[in-house]
């Protein structure tokens, strides 16, 4: 069983959607990463949180430490929005990120 | 502007050459890592440093080196070349190792 595990793993929308991916972990942590990653480019930081809820634009993190539970929602998706989402953890027992697999996330027009 | 450095974008390489991909940031930050991405296995860690002069294994070191002489730069050589070597390599930095992380931008690299 992998230390973080997202859901779903696949995830197509309609454009204007509202969007949730899941990201459960089984380790001690002392921060979690929301990460973008474009098809065939890199990986972009979209969140860090070590407690509730972040906001940035139409994107949205929130954190249940004592459930091991992250969610990103995304209002009104737009095509722009297709990517994979990958969510990290930042286990306290040292400074190395341990991943998710990855949600590959499809906005139709 | 600042960031991270990757190089080369792509490589293709012979199985048993050897190669050093090169990674460097401007943001003097302490931590650096890298990464190979292969699909259906996410991200996994190749080796870390936590400073000049100190460098760590991660999941997956087997067949890569690493140095880590200044601040600036952690380059990660492959020592012979094998196909299961072939991946996508991402370079990472972060203030501490429990700060945001900033990302190159990858090396594609093919073994054949």
């Known amino acids: 069983k992998n230390e973080v595990e997202q859901s779903p793993q696949n995830l197509t929308a309609q454009e204007g959607e509202f969007i949730t991916i899941n990201c459960s972990y089984s380790?001690?942590?002392?921060?979690l990463h929301w990460l973008q990653q474009h098809p065939g480019g890199g990986i972009v930081s979209l969140f860090m949180?070590?407690?509730g809820k972040k906001k940035h634009g139409r994107l949205i993190a929130t954190i249940n430490i004592q459930e091991k539970h992250s969610s990103l929602h995304i209002t009104a998706s737009h095509p722009r929005d297709s990517a994979v989402y990958i969510c990290?953890?930042?286990?306290?027992?040292?400074?190395?990120?341990?991943f998710g697999e990855g949600t590959q996330l499809t906005v139709n027009p | 502007n600042a960031g991270v450095t990757q190089t080369p974008k792509f490589q293709v390489l012979k199985t048993g050459q050897s190669m050093t991909l090169q990674c460097a940031q401007d943001?003097?930050?302490?931590?650096m890592s890298w990464y190979r991405q292969d699909p259906g296995m996410g991200l996994r860690l190749i080796h870390y440093?936590?400073?000049?002069?100190?460098?760590d294994q991660g999941e997956v070191p087997n067949g890569y080196n690493v140095s880590r002489s200044t601040t600036e730069d952690f380059p990660l050589r492959l020592l012979s070349a094998a196909p299961s070597q072939t991946s996508v390599y991402f370079c990472?930095?972060?203030?501490?190792?429990?700060?945001?992380?900033?990302f190159g931008s990858g090396t594609r690299l093919t073994v054949v």
């Open positions: 943001m003097n930050h302490e931590y």
């Open positions: 990290a953890v930042t286990e306290t027992s040292g400074s190395r990120l341990t």
């Open positions: 990472a930095s972060s203030y501490s190792g429990w700060a945001g992380y900033t």
């Open positions: 440093s936590v400073g000049a002069g100190i460098t």
């Open positions: 949180l070590s407690s």
């Open positions: 380790v001690g942590i002392s921060a």
